[in-house]
């Protein structure tokens, strides 16, 4: 049982078959592993953003887009905590950026899972395992000393 920070670009894995990774992603949050399953806030807008996008490109059809919005935006309820975007969590995404090259969603993802490692050490908890496809968020994440799974590794 770990605890697991899952960024945009591999909690849209979980939902999409077609994405590389689907599977291990898919096997990670299975319920049985017992494994706690953290998210940001701003991924329940970025999450859905990017479902539809895939559907405009017609890689998806539309009522595959509503459905698997419906089941995403259930899990976030059911199977995901979610860590709030405070103003703190900006101003710190806004410092990630002066020192790794990320979009600004990306510093919030960041700066969320070092939101949450934050509190896992003083908790004296493991760290969690920052869950991410994107290559210059990695980097930026590995950079932060957070230990890093990239789902695209797995089939």
Not at 119 to 139: H, R
């Amino acid at each position: 049982m770990g605890t697991y920070f899952l960024d945009t670009s591999a909690i849209v894995k979980r939902y999409v078959p077609a994405e590389q990774g689907h599977v291990w992603i898919t096997a990670l949050c299975h319920p049985a592993h017992g494994h706690k399953l953290f998210i940001s806030q701003a991924a329940l807008v970025e999450t859905v953003a990017t479902i539809c996008r895939k559907a405009r490109e017609q890689s998806i059809t539309m009522a595959q887009r509503d459905r698997l919005i419906g089941t995403f935006r259930q899990d976030s309820q059911d199977s995901y905590s979610i860590m709030l975007v405070t103003t703190g969590t900006y101003t710190s995404a806004g410092d990630l950026c002066r020192t790794h090259r990320l979009r600004a969603y990306d510093a919030v993802q960041l700066a969320s899972a070092l939101d949450l490692r934050e509190e896992a050490l003083a908790d004296e908890l493991a760290a969690p395992i920052f869950v991410c496809a994107d290559i210059d968020l990695s980097n930026g994440a590995t950079a932060e000393g957070i230990g890093v799974e990239n789902p695209n590794n797995y089939r």
